[in-house]
């Protein structure tokens, strides 16, 4: 087994995994559901099986335990019952602790994976507990990695003289029509007439369609004591070759002719097999054969229709890609980014007609490029929404609520590193629901409320943003404890007057908890400020929102990529800055006149917009010019307006990671590379509100 | 009667001849019926022969007794006689089947019209 071998199916495994979890679930809302008890079979088969062929024995054996019982509730001999559910989850579990493990060493977790099985076997209702059960038989058809059925074409043409050897090509036959399903056609034009009939002869040579989820390979077997004496051959069937419609079909579908009329016409008509015989372009025999094969096909996709569109082969649309070569190829495009950029600068300083021609085509084909790089990057969020039903449900019960997980926008998508690191801030707020938000039964219905909370986790496009929430109807922020435990621990004077928003937001200042007890769920005072440290790595922001009694939405507001960013380059003396054009609304020019000197307040059609002069800010030498522009930025706490000497223009921004020597400058988020060499340092616009705002006068 | 012996029983009946074949038509028994075949269909010299093969008898049959009922076939046909089954056990449609002698259109490349002694 290579390395790729293994890690393809690690990576496969644990995305059955995933839906394994899903579907027991929803099992235990809808035990009897055959579509779902049929999804857990084919997860824990096909881990079993492919476990087998890439040498994972001890998931293999583990899972066949649990495929085992899943066939009995398949067939109705035994009910999907909460116990055997959750004994499932346990064992899904152990399956996923197995999987990083190298096989020779699996042998560790042994006693605990048979201490799983008890569980399972204890859980199973109505029938007693047995022993483990028989392994597979070796010679049974190992599946391939998806499960599906493949179709091959064969033809079996023994040599005359088989019958002498012993040998009886019938079986064979059979051996094959055991491997799955088989049409055969025995090609009989080489029989002679009976004064020339040797008995012992064979005259009879075969073409074949076979149908089945063993492989190539268990087909070779087949034949394998015949293979010195006969001529064979075995080829796949791609299922395209009979994936056209038919022109009579299609006119029927299209309204444009009755099918009726199509039939008759049809009749009436030579078919076209009889047509290829009297024109001597094929035997009557090789017809047959190839109408033989059609029908075989068409059965089977008439099969596999029937089985629902899970069963449906799955179109080598996608293709599984190392995510380090897609981080490769946006790194790629991001220098291209970086070049093509010097290439217009170039272009438009050399005053050279044919250069600015090539370099605009250079700019929209990486235009394209970069789009099309970025969006392979883009994952839905929903698999990691998935994963919380999970955590809801386990952290509930322990803590003797009862709350339930509803997600909306799972087709969201944002990008994957920012996906990854999505997942502990997400964790940290949907416990803190659960332990600090969601009453217990009891104290929910004594105020009216369903016995059961509800946690609505959603994703949402907002511009080049991705909004987050993580909404509960339990009993919302307690304004005066958060209050009272800022003042303990100095976060606010006495006599501090704050806005109800503004006391929700000091639980995100570092360490402060309000919780009475520690439990094993939260409480420790770590997590909502680490949730604030994650999302400033992401460059996204958080805000809270709470109604007492009624529940608490906390909102994530997070950028579709930190690959690449659209950008507003702008230039103070000799400096380069890049504001996010994802915050930018406007520009407008500033007079000295019109500067207001340390009021920082400018008149924009009637409303004042509050500004920072950026030269001061960053302490850059040289006298402001005359009339300088104004960057208006939209900003969690409003318009803000960004003094700038002058606007260079719109600029794609490869986002650099900083030094560490720039790292604790908060109002920056990163840097880039122009096309000229310089770098531009990329404003992060909330902090600069929030410093400018918390600046003493 | 050994019971992997075949016997031949031939039943006359004005033009049409009947051969029984009670027991196996398999290797090691076809050239018995191959004879008594070619004996009704080639050598009879009657051009309007009606030969009928019951099966009512047969125990079990390989490929070389399939091969020699395509070939009594197509060599009755070709003379202008007909030759046909009867009374077939009921596994022999399927056994035919499996073997992919028993289709609706046949690969006999002598058939006349739709004829084919694997029809259904």
């Known amino acids: ?697 | 009667m050994d019971s992997n012996e075949t016997q031949i029983r031939v039943e006359e009946d004005g033009p049409r001849r009947t051969i029984h074949v009670n027991g196996p038509l398999d290797l090691p028994n076809t050239e018995t019926v191959r004879q008594a075949l070619l004996e009704s269909v080639v050598r009879s010299g009657d051009a309007s022969l009606d030969t009928l093969v019951g099966l009512a008898g047969l125990t079990r049959i390989d490929l070389s007794g399939l091969q020699l009922l395509c070939s009594s076939h197509r060599t009755a046909i070709s003379r202008g006689n007909s030759l046909r089954l009867a009374d077939p056990p009921a596994w022999f449609q399927e056994f035919c089947s499996a073997a992919g002698f028993a289709r609706s259109r046949s690969t006999c490349p002598h058939r006349r019209g739709d004829e084919c002694i694997w029809s259904a």
């Open chain 1, 1 to 697: 087994m290579t390395d790729a071998n293994a890690s393809a199916y690690r990576e496969e495994a644990r995305e059955l995994l995933a839906e394994l979890e899903v579907s027991l679930l929803e099992l235990e809302d809808r035990p009897a559901d055959s579509d779902l008890i049929g999804r857990v079979f084919r997860a824990l088969h096909t881990i079993k099986g492919s476990g087998a062929m890439f040498g994972f024995e001890a998931i293999a054996a583990f899972a066949h335990e649990i495929e085992t019982v899943f066939d009995q509730v398949r067939s109705g001999a035994i009910a999907a019952t909460p116990a055997l559910v959750e004994a499932t989850l346990a064992a899904r579990d152990h399956i996923q602790a197995l999987l990083p493990i190298p096989a020779d060493r699996a042998a560790a977790l042994a006693p605990e994976g048979e201490r799983v099985l008890e569980r399972l076997r204890q859980a199973l209702p109505s029938v007693e507990a047995s022993g483990p059960s028989p392994q597979p038989e070796s010679s049974e058809p190992t599946p391939d990695l998806a499960g599906e059925s493949r179709s091959f074409r064969i033809h079996f043409s023994p040599n005359p003289d088989i019958l002498l050897l012993g040998v009886n090509p019938l079986l064979v036959l059979r051996e094959l029509g055991s491997l799955g399903d088989l049409s055969v056609v025995a090609h009989l034009d080489k029989i002679p007439m009976l004064d020339a009939f040797d008995p012992e002869q064979c005259y009879t040579y075969w073409d074949a369609v076979l149908t089945t989820s063993a492989g190539e390979n268990a087909i070779h077997d087949g034949f394998i004591f015949v293979e010195d004496c006969a001529r064979i051959t075995v080829s796949p069937i791609a299922e395209a070759e009979n994936g056209a419609p038919r022109l009579g079909d299609l006119l029927v579908s299209r309204g444009d002719a009755a099918s009726e009329d199509v039939e008759r016409c049809l009749e009436s008509r030579p078919l076209l097999g009889e047509l290829l015989v009297e024109a001597g372009v094929v035997s009557q025999d090789k017809v047959d054969a190839a109408l033989v094969e059609q029908q075989h096909m068409a059965a089977l996709r008439e099969k596999r229709g029937e089985a629902g569109p899970e069963k449906k082969p799955v179109e080598a649309a996608s293709i599984r890609v190392p995510a380090a070569k897609l981080d490769s190829l946006v790194n790629i495009v991001g220098e291209l980014v970086t070049v093509q950029a010097r290439l217009s600068s170039y272009a438009l300083s050399s005053g050279d007609a044919e250069v600015a021609f090539i370099s605009e085509e250079v700019e929209r084909l990486t235009e394209m490029l970069r789009e099309n790089s970025m969006s392979i990057r883009m994952l839905p969020v929903g698999e990691t929404f998935a994963r919380f039903r999970r955590m809801v449900r386990d952290l509930s019960s322990s803590l003797g609520k009862r709350a339930e997980l509803i997600t909306s926008g799972n087709d969201t998508e944002l990008d994957k590193t920012v996906i990854e690191q999505l997942s502990d801030p997400l964790v940290h707020i949907i416990r803190n629901a659960v332990d600090h938000g969601i009453e217990t039964p009891e104290d929910r219905l004594a105020k009216g409320k369903p016995a059961a909370g509800r946690i609505h986790l959603s994703a949402a496009h907002a511009g080049a943003f991705v909004l987050i929430r993580v909404s509960d109807d339990g009993t919302g922020l307690n304004r005066e404890a958060i209050r009272a435990r800022a003042l303990e621990r100095g976060l606010i004077r006495p006599d501090a007057v704050l806005t109800d928003d503004q006391v929700d937001q000091l639980i995100l200042a570092p360490g402060f908890s309000t919780a009475a007890r520690v439990t094993e769920v939260s409480g420790r005072g770590v997590g909502m400020d680490v949730v604030q440290r994650n999302l400033d790595a992401l460059r996204g922001s958080l805000t809270i929102a709470s109604a007492p009694g009624h529940g608490t939405t906390v909102t994530l507001k997070i950028p579709l990529t930190l690959a690449i960013i659209d950008g507003l380059l702008v230039e103070i003396g000799d400096a380069r800055f890049v504001v996010p054009l994802s915050h930018v609304s406007g520009c407008l020019e500033l007079s000295r006149e019109e500067d207001s000197g340390r009021q920082s307040l400018l008149s924009v059609r009637g409303e004042l917009l509050p500004y920072i002069v950026l030269r001061e800010r960053f302490h850059i030498r040289g006298e402001r010019p005359p009339i300088e522009q104004v960057i208006i930025a939209d900003t969690l706490g409003g318009q803000f307006g960004f003094v700038v000497d002058r606007v260079i223009g719109d600029h794609h921004t490869v986002i650099k990671k900083l030094g560490r020597l720039y790292r604790d400058i908060d109002e920056v988020s990163g840097a880039t590379i122009l096309g000229d060499g310089a770098v531009a340092l990329i404003l992060d616009v909330e902090k600069l509100v929030a410093a400018a705002c918390s600046a003493p006068a």
